[in-house]
């Protein structure tokens, strides 16, 4: 798993991007366009916004790119109460919560608050999404079916520490309470334990069903 991380400082906070992580989301620069802006260089400038708001932009940042710093008495980004599984369309799994990834044999490889995870398996940055779907072409509805709902446990996420284990090439499987739902799906389903497609194969998405072994 690659990374290359470069930091941006002003009073009071220092952002850290991860060059590797960024696949253009544009959150930031949707919140606050003065402060990221693409095509300057620094593309970073957090002395034109204000602490909080630069905090608040970061932490708006579904793949985890973006991380900060305070270097004043304000509060640093808390880890979310609950996990969160959200299938976006014709891309990645973005995941908020208490996250450890681990590789296949089970060391971990990654602590985090927010992550975007492949699952078209064309990614170069294993088990990251880098974007390669859109060159892919891949396409696979953001929205869990109503079986998929039904399947679910009882109840509402805990919250507590979410392990995801990466195989290679498959299935990201995930341990611990988290809550799953589509992009801009009705539908949802709270798991405790679970297998995830990441090599874009399954006819279940996003669930594994073994396609993987296939070759």
Do not use: Q
């Not at 989301?25 to 909080?52: H, M, Q, Y």
């Not at 793949?63 to 969160?84: F, M």
């Amino acid at each position: 798993m690659r990374s290359r991380i470069y930091s941006f400082e002003a009073d009071g906070i220092v952002v850290h991007w991860d060059y590797h992580r960024c696949i253009h989301f544009e959150a930031c620069i949707r919140a606050l366009p003065d402060v990221f802006e693409r095509n300057k260089r620094p593309w970073i400038t957090p002395a034109c916004g204000s602490v909080n708001d630069v905090a608040a932009a970061c932490e708006a940042c579904p793949t985890g790119a973006l991380h900060y710093e305070r270097r004043d008495t304000g509060s640093p980004e808390a880890t979310p109460e609950k996990n969160e599984i959200t299938v976006s369309s014709d891309g990645p799994l973005y995941v908020k919560g208490d996250i450890r990834i681990t590789d296949a044999a089970g060391e971990t490889i990654l602590k985090d608050t927010r992550v975007a995870l492949c699952r078209c398996g064309h990614t170069r940055n294993k088990p990251l999404c880098d974007g390669s779907h859109e060159k892919a072409e891949f396409r696979a509805r953001g929205a869990l079916t109503e079986a998929h709902a039904a399947t679910g446990d009882a109840g509402a996420p805990e919250g507590g520490k979410l392990t995801i284990r990466a195989g290679d090439p498959g299935p990201l499987t995930i341990k611990g309470s988290a809550e799953i739902r589509g992009e801009g799906s009705p539908n949802c389903s709270h798991v405790r334990v679970g297998a995830l497609c990441c090599c874009g194969k399954s006819k279940n998405k996003p669930f594994c069903d073994g396609s993987h072994a296939e070759g």
